[in-house]
């Protein structure tokens, strides 16, 4: 029988779906060995900026519609901007409902430089546009702009994380009837998070 740790539900089964750091909060009496391992799980904070470009103005399809789905910037080349998703050329139907405009994104923000994401939705705004015409030519003014932020979004895996994933569910399968799943174990992309959600669950099962 796991017990919450609250103490106010018991129950048979229970997949903690929750990031690193709550995930080790909430281990902390139950199972201290795979907390202590789930506090070194680094996160990094991500600002999303979502552009919307008219299709037909000058330049534009000149600049993006070059049979890509975006471009990714390694940091040596000292851009705020380290990813951009061609939304319209990734997903047809992005397209087909951007109705003559085209909707692609920036993401900004690298594992300890959230102080570069610090600063007003302007300055983010401004800074993608910058990289975007350095990358692509790209110098249309958008017809609109979108910043999300997401706070420790992003689970950063060091070397020896499959390792460090192996002692946690280790742990974590010593305490009957408990699970772990999500972006800190075996890749933060969605399928991969589904994915350990389907083993996590199976494994209790079984
Ligand atoms: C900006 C950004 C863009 C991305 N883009 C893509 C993409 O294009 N394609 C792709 O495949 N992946 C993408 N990813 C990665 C992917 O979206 C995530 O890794 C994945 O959604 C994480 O799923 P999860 O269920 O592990 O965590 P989450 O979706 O973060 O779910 C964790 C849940 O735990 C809850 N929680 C937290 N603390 C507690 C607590 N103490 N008690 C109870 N509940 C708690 C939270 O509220 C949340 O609902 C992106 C991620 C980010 C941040």
Redesign the pocket.
């Known amino acids: 029988m796991v017990t919450t740790p609250a103490g106010e539900e018991p129950a048979d089964l229970l997949v903690l ?3 690193a750091a ?1 995930t080790s909060r ?1 281990l902390a009496d139950l199972a201290p060995d795979a907390a202590d391992e789930l506090a070194q799980i680094g996160y990094a904070s ?1 600002a ?1 900026v979502t552009f919307a470009f008219r299709a037909d103005d000058p330049g534009v399809a000149e600049a993006l519609e070059i049979g890509a789905s975006g471009f990714l910037v390694p940091p040596v080349d000292g851009r705020r901007v380290k990813a951009s998703t061609f939304s319209f050329a990734k997903w047809d139907w992005v397209r087909a409902a951007g109705d003559g405009l085209l909707v692609l994104r920036t ?1 900004l923000g690298r594992f300890g430089e959230e102080a570069t994401l610090q600063v007003p939705d302007d300055e983010l705004v401004r800074a993608s546009l910058a990289d975007l015409a350095a990358a692509t030519g790209l110098r249309a003014a958008p017809v609109d702009a979108v910043v999300q932020r ?1 706070g420790g ?2 689970p950063q895996y060091w070397v020896g994380h499959a390792d460090r994933v192996a002692r946690i569910r280790s742990a974590v399968a010593a305490v009957p009837g408990l699970a772990v799943c ?2 800190s174990y075996d890749g ?4 991969a ?1 589904i994915a350990s959600a389907h083993a996590a669950t199976a494994a209790l099962l079984t």
Request: hydrophobic residues 50%; glycine residues 16%; proline residues 17%.
């Open positions: 779906a929750t990031p709550p909430l991500v999303l993401s997401w979004g992003l999500g972006a933060v992309g969605i399928p998070t």
